[in-house]
């Protein structure tokens, strides 16, 4: 059937068209691309056939190579062309299938058929699908995810009033099985199941997974498949459904699919060996060609499956915000029911790096923001989510991973936890972490770690259980700084201690000394500390443009911690931290400390009475001099 003849011999393709045995119908009715039998790639091909036909139509009237053709007194034009294949459409009774023709003529029209024939093909179409969604008896497992596929691709093609003129009802259930259930999507997961059984243990004892093996070259079918390479696409439209969806009663059944899917995916990566291995340890137990061939791919696919989630989520999370119908059918299971999705596809999140996406933290941080205002659903979700082993950190990269997302998740509720459920589930949780000493693999965990305790000693209503901890905590933070601690951390937990510690917290009442004493820790930790660079490899591989040795980092820690001071504290520290800027020997990080400090003393940190006493110190007490100028009279770059 040559349909790229059809724009040239008028007679022919009117008459074909003037009927439904014209070719759309052929397409419609043929049982070679409709059997039982037949594949999505090739009822996909329908859509490319009619966008090629279209724009090779526009084409002949445009080109100039071919205006021989358009010179016939009898020559059909674009719009005349599209009109006839939108009649010979007209009537069918296989619905999805029509919808196939017209989003491929609206691809191929090229916005080249003025408003009025454009506005008509739109209502067409978005007829056609609203019809298919409520009764097509032609409609098959393979058909709808051809349909969804169609919808996506020329959506962004639609006005404004024909995107929510779509049954989104209707077709957002369709979205979500096609994309993450059916044999052409993510399928549950099954694939890494699939993979497993093809992973083997070389002589050298690393695992290989073969790019000739059957898993991956399946996975390569389904990468680059009709569904899974559209997932991008899929997602913006059923993230659109989610948001205009109008029975507030159609959203419950998505949250509770993209949780199953999740927990298959989490449960299928657990029984994969390549689970067993650490991130920062790929290069010793995988082997080459794993690493650089069969490991990305599958990394991509997984990166799509997560990515296509999580913009579903924010249109549910939003949804959540904003609707009170939404809302109000039990919002903080629902958003229990999010941080549970997050949690189980947190082996990708954290592999790829991709928790800082902007869309990832609304989701996330909306859905704590719901379940901070119930703290009996919170204490009861982070009951559920816990380590799994208790005062031990677990072998298993999967569940380190997962302690990794409690400890992340669990700070935020330091607030609004009772001191014995804190206790309880925070602070033995975290317990294990704070004592790592440069295992890489657990770094990210050690940081957390040590921010859940801090957030809990911080907690007004903690004081008691601060007042247990808190001594054994810093003795903790000063064994494992500089060996695992990046710079910046220890800067920051120093600084969340002395202001702990310091009037008008409860705990300053209970240790009235305790903030100048671990000043006095830091001078005399400062002075016996090396002048070496530090290696300060934070998360992901990013360095720091100057590298910091151990002594200036704690006397950056020192004055960080000055504005928090009471008055005659500051006032004996101030001479302190400028005498201890002096004593360091690279000029370039003596310039960084000196730097530090003038910002503290002249950019507003400090209370209106700490101001004072330093513009006091600075003008009368001798600051001036020993800054610029230091004890021995030699200038000092400012």
Known sequence: MDLFGFGADIEQFTELCSEIT?????????????????????????????????????RMHDNSH???????????????????????????????????????????????LGNWLSTQLQHTLVTSVNLSLINDSSRSAVTDRALVIAVSQVFDLLDVRARRTVNHDLLLPMLIEAMFFSEDGIHHGYFLGTIDADIVETVSKEFDWSARSKSYLQLQSLAFGPLVSELGRLSQLTAFSAKHAIDSKSLSPVLDNLFELSRSLCIQWRQNKLSEVDASEKSLFLADDT???????????????????????????????????????????????????LRNLYFITSELGMDALSRYSFVY???????????????VFLSEIRPIEVAVIPHHPLDRCLDLY??????????ILDTR?????????AWPYLGVRGEQRSLEAFEAAHSVMLATIAAPHNTDLAASHIETYINLLFEVFPQSFTLQQFRLAFTKIVR???????????????????????????????SQPLPNLSKHGQHDAQPMSEHAVLVLALIDSLPFLQLDALEDWLPIAARLCLSIQDPALKHV???????????????SDRAALCVNWWNTGGGRETVLCGEEGSTIDQ
């Open 66 to 112: 071919t205006r021989r053709f358009l010179e016939a007194p009898r020559s059909l034009a674009p719009a005349d062309w599209t009109t006839a294949v939108i009649k010979g459409t007209e009537g069918a009774s296989h619905r999805s299938r029509q919808v196939l023709v017209l989003s491929g003529l609206l691809q191929g029209s090229q916005d080249r």
């Open 365 to 379: 941080l909306a859905a704590i923001d719901i379940v901070s205002q119930y703290p009996t659903f919170a204490a």
């Open 593 to 607: 400390c000196n730097d530090r400090l003038w910002e503290l003393l002249s950019e507003g940190e400090m209370s």
């Open 500 to 530: 702990i510690t310091s009037p008008p917290s409860a705990m300053s009442t209970r240790r009235p000394l305790l903030s100048s004493a671990l000043l006095e820790v830091v001078r005399s930790q400062a002075d016996n500390a090396s």
């Open 421 to 429: 459920t804190t206790k309880d589930l925070l602070v033995s949780a």
């Open 291 to 341: 690493i650089k061939k069969t490991l990305p791919l599958l990394w991509r696919v997984l990166r799509s499956s997560m990515f296509s989630v999580v913009v579903i989520l924010t249109a549910y999370a939003g949804r959540l915000l904003s609707d009170k119908l939404v809302a109000r059918d039990d919002a903080p299971s629902s958003a229990i029911k999010i941080l549970k999705i």
């Open 406 to 415: 409690f400890l992340n998740t669990a700070e935020h509720f330091a607030l």
């Open 22 to 58: 014209g070719p759309p119908g052929k397409f419609i009715k043929s049982a070679a691309i409709w059997g039982p039998s037949t594949n999505l790639q090739v009822i996909v091909g329908v859509i490319s056939i009619f966008k090629s036909a279209s724009y090779h139509v526009i």
